[in-house]
Each structure stands twice: as structure tokens, then as C-alpha cells.
């Protein structure tokens, strides 16, 4: 018991210092650079108090239930052999995170509200509707798709440079001929897709996948399923532009 | 009291969050690999901490930082704030933006800092590559990318360049340094440039962007508020590689430099044993 709350104070202490650079930044541009008083400051304590739990709560249920639980599967379903079954877990794991996933909802619904005001699409409630989610579905789909590349990767040992760098080629090249309006909205649904949940799991299942078959290194292998999910979604959504234009 | 329903509301839509996951996870253990979880309590115990960690720190965030970083940058990007004592706007400049720059700069290293998936990731990397990747190098060096890609970022927005030039040199930078750093460390590179972008960043550097767009004469919120995340994300493979790079110079240079202080000493022995034996 004394041990554990040791080691979960040493948690603690690390979430302190992972929050400090925020503080003080914060706390120099109030001061030094606005010059103003810090607005109801108990309400900042408060928050910050939470945001270190939060933190070393996170940290320690990821090390107890995430990672293991990645791994496990990933071990369980290189040992069963089936390829077909995996691939089918890999797709259900990008698109049903991600089609849930608040950052991309609310990054949606604001690119709606832009095709409406820029008259790409009727300028009506149910159009941009059914605009913010079919842009939701396209992302959520080409990170499932993408997420199947990248088990295919690691099962076949693929180098990683030149599926990449190819997806780059055609980023550049659909950029060319996409609608100049999708560009912005294409790029940044890269960055969103990938949540707090996501990528740990995901990174256990590369990793465990990388070592349970034989051949592949953790190292080189097991990391890179985030980079497709990153990727993918850039070409999908100027598909999705080029589509509806 | 009011804190312990708002943490129960935050708890509430996590777990919704994290239900279609969970649902995916049990349906393929049960149906198809159909064997039961090992070490099922331990791993119930951990996914309830990330959980309640997650709610907390969202808490957290909505009741301390959110609302003072968007305000931040709000008053940063402010005309009043930007032209001090100036009454008629004739141009801007993009010098006049000199804080908003820093700023982006120093809230996109301190986010990233505290990103729990980046904290994920690091901590994975340093214990596959059995400690050959240092987890707070890697972060150090993710922030850095990241932070200089949202300044870029907000450069770029208040000079109003078109984003895919930057993006595609951004691009053409990562394909050549791909080809002369570490193999070992391509793929984590590739990785945290999606990493870095989640709950903590993208509020508040969306609130910079629309911010920044929203007061310049003559960019629109809409087309160039958005983009920033793009350079956030793209600027941490360069940083990572780079890191790489670096740090397998220091080792070569310091190899070599044990080398010859090697070759120096056998010299000098054979010298000695040669003199010795006449």
C-alpha cells in the first residue's frame, strides 16, 4: 500500500511538471505582455488541480488497461492466424472511434457552415447536415482503410517510406485538382482524427503485432498505423470536395 | 457541489466516447478470438482510471485553460492590442503580430508538453526501444516541431499566402530527410505527427486561428482559420527526424573520438614494447 501511494505520488509530481511549461506561459502573457489581472483566479486553481489528477489518472490506467489490452488482442489474433478477421477488427477500430470522435464533429459542423456561406452547398439546415456527416463518414472511412494498410504493413513488412511518401505524391496531386475550398478542411482532418483513447490502443496493437510475428521489429514495424490514420483522411475528404462539386 | 455534477456530466460523455471502443473490443474477444480477457480485473481497473483521469482533465481544462487561452488569444490578435496608439489602420505588417507569434509558439510547445496521447506514444517508444529513445526527448522534440508549426502557421495567415505551398515543402523536406536519418526511428516520426494533435492543442489553437483570421483585414475566418492543425502536425516528423539525426551525429562523433584515443594508446604500447625489446 505504502509502496503504491509512493509511485502514484512520483505520478503525481510528473503530471505537475508536464503542466508547468502551460502556467507559465499563461501566466507571462497575462503579466508581462497584457499586463492584466488574472480573472477569477480560485476557479483557475481549481482547474488546474484537475487537470494534474486527470493526468496522473490517465497515465496509470493506460500503463494497467490500455497497453495490455492492445497487446493481448493483437497476440491473440497473430496466433489464430486469421488475416481476414484481423483486418476486420482493424477496420472496425478506425472507423468506430473515429466517426465518434467530438474534435471531428465539431470540425465538421464548422466546415458545413463554410460550403453554406461560400454556396457550395444550399444554405438550409438540412444540407449542411447532411454535408458535416457525410464529411464525418469519408474520414471515419479513411481511417479505417487506413488502419487496414497499415496491419497489411506490419503483417507483410512493407517499408513504411514508400507507402507514405506515395500517399504525400497523391496529396499533392489532388491538391492540384481538388476545389480550392476542401484544401483547408482536407489538411487539418489529418491532425483531428486520432483521439486520447485511440492512440494508445492502436500504438499497442502495432507494437504487438510487430512482435508477436515473427520477423518484424517492434521498432520499425509497430509504429506507424497513426501516420496512415493522419494521411488518408486528407485524400478521402478532397475526394469527398471533388464529389459534391 | 456544482464541480462534483459537472465532473458526473464530463464522466458521462467520456464514456460515451469510449463506448463504440469498448463495444469493438468485447464483441471481437467474445465472437471471434473467444477467450476471456487475461487479466481482466487489472485491465477493468485501468480502462475505469482512464476514464475518470480523462473526465477530469477535460474538466480540468474547460474550467482553467480553455476559456484563458481563448481569451488570450482573442486580446492578442485584437486591432487595439496590435496597433497601440495607432487611430487609422493604412496597412498591416507582418511584424505588428510579433506576440501573436510568440505566443503561438509558446502555447504550442507547452500544450504538447502535457499531451496525454503524445505521453502514450513517448513512453511506448522508450520501452520497445529498451531505452534507446529517451520519452522525454521525443516529447521535447514533438513540442518543438509543433510550436514552430503553429508560428508558421500564424505567419502564414497574416500574410495570407496560399497553405499547400508550405505544406508541400514541408512534405518534400520529410521525404529527404527520410532518406538520410535512422531507420529505427521513421515510423515514430511519421506517428507524432497525429499524435500531437488532440484534446488539449486543437481548441486553443483553433481559437488563435479564427482569432487571427477574424481581425485582419481581408482574410475570412472560415477559409483561414482553418489550416493551423495541418502545420501542427506536419512539423513534428521534421523535428523528430531531426532529433534523430542529431543525436546519431553526437554518437558517431563521440565513436570516433573513443576510436582514436584508442588507436593512440595501442601506438603507444607498441612504441614502449618495441623499445623495451631490443
Not at chain 1, 477496420?91 to 474534435?103: I, R, Y
Not at chain 1, 494498410?149 to 497523391?170: A, C, D, S
Not at chain 2, 502555447?107 to 529513445?133: D, N, R, W
Not at chain 2, 499524435?195 to 479564427?210: D, F, I, K
Request: glycine share 10%.
Amino acid at each position: 500500500m505504502n509502496h503504491q501511494f509512493i509511485v502514484f505520488l512520483k505520478a503525481l509530481l510528473g503530471s505537475c511538471k508536464d503542466l508547468l511549461p502551460i502556467i507559465l506561459v499563461i501566466a507571462f502573457f497575462q503579466f508581462a505582455v497584457l499586463q492584466q489581472p488574472m480573472p477569477n483566479i480560485g476557479d483557475i486553481l481549481v482547474g488546474l488541480a484537475l487537470v494534474v489528477l486527470g493526468l496522473t489518472f490517465f497515465i496509470y490506467g493506460l500503463e494497467m488497461g490500455l497497453f495490455p489490452i492492445g497487446e493481448s488482442m493483437a497476440q491473440a489474433f497473430a496466433k489464430k492466424g486469421s488475416i481476414s478477421w484481423l483486418l476486420t477488427f482493424a477496420f472496425c477500430l478506425g472507423f468506430g472511434t473515429t466517426v465518434a470522435e467530438p474534435s471531428l464533429i465539431a470540425v465538421a459542423k464548422e466546415a458545413a457552415i463554410v460550403a453554406a456561406s461560400g454556396g457550395i452547398i444550399a444554405d438550409t439546415l438540412e444540407s449542411q447536415l447532411s454535408y458535416a456527416n457525410g464529411l464525418r463518414f469519408t474520414v471515419a472511412f479513411a481511417v479505417g482503410f487506413a488502419i487496414v494498410i497499415g496491419v497489411l504493413r506490419i503483417i507483410r513488412g512493407w517499408p513504411i517510406q514508400y507507402l507514405i511518401l506515395g500517399g504525400y505524391v497523391v496529396v499533392v496531386l489532388m491538391t492540384l485538382i481538388a476545389p480550392s475550398w476542401i484544401i483547408g478542411i482536407a489538411y487539418d482532418s489529418g491532425g483531428v482524427t486520432t483521439s486520447t483513447i485511440t492512440v494508445p490502443l492502436v500504438t499497442a496493437l502495432g507494437v504487438g503485432l510487430a512482435s508477436a510475428i515473427k520477423g518484424r521489429n517492434p521498432m520499425i514495424d509497430g509504429f506507424g498505423l497513426i501516420a496512415f490514420a493522419s494521411l488518408t483522411p486528407m485524400i478521402f475528404v478532397m475526394i469527398y470536395g471533388m464529389v459534391i462539386s | 457541489m456544482d464541480l462534483l455534477f459537472e465532473f458526473l456530466t464530463t464522466l458521462k460523455n467520456t464514456v460515451i466516447d469510449v463506448l463504440p471502443i469498448l463495444s469493438i473490443i468485447l464483441g471481437f474477444q467474445l465472437l471471434v478470438i473467444r477467450k476471456p480477457i487475461p487479466h481482466i480485473k487489472q485491465v477493468g481497473f485501468g480502462f475505469i482510471y482512464v476514464l475518470i483521469g480523462l473526465a477530469l482533465f477535460l474538466l480540468g481544462l474547460e474550467k482553467a485553460l480553455f476559456p484563458l487561452g481563448k481569451m488570450m488569444a482573442e486580446q492578442l490578435t485584437a486591432p487595439e492590442f496590435i496597433h497601440a496608439g495607432e487611430q487609422v489602420l493604412t496597412s498591416i505588417h507582418w511584424t505588428d503580430y510579433k506576440w501573436v507569434y510568440i505566443f503561438a509558439a509558446a502555447i504550442g510547445f507547452s500544450t504538447t508538453i502535457a499531451e496525454p496521447s503524445l505521453i502514450a506514444v513517448a513512453l511506448k517508444a522508450e520501452e520497445v526501444s529498451g531505452g534507446a529513445i529517451n520519452a522525454n526527448s521525443l516529447r521535447i522534440s514533438v513540442a518543438i516541431g509543433v510550436a514552430f508549426g503553429i508560428a508558421l502557421g500564424s505567419y502564414r495567415i497574416v500574410v495570407g499566402h496560399p497553405i499547400h505551398y508550405y505544406i508541400i515543402a514541408g512534405y518534400i523536406v520529410v521525404v529527404i530527410q527520410t532518406f538520410y536519418c535512422p531507420k529505427l526511428i521513421v515510423p515514430l516520426a511519421y506517428d507524432s505527427g497525429g499524435v500531437t494533435t488532440s484534446t488539449v492543442t486543437v481548441p486553443l489553437v483553433a481559437a488563435l486561428g479564427l482569432g487571427l483570421a477574424s481581425t485582419i483585414p481581408g482574410r475570412s475566418p472560415l477559409i483561414d482559420g482553418f489550416g493551423l492543425i495541418a502545420f501542427a502536425s506536419l512539423c513534428p516528423i521534421i523535428a523528430v527526424m531531426a532529433y534523430a539525426q542529431l543525436t546519431e551525429a553526437k554518437t558517431h562523433r563521440t565513436n570516433k573520438k573513443l576510436e582514436k584515443r584508442k588507436r593512440i594508446k595501442e601506438e603507444k604500447r607498441n612504441l614502449n614494447r618495441n623499445n623495451e625489446a631490443p
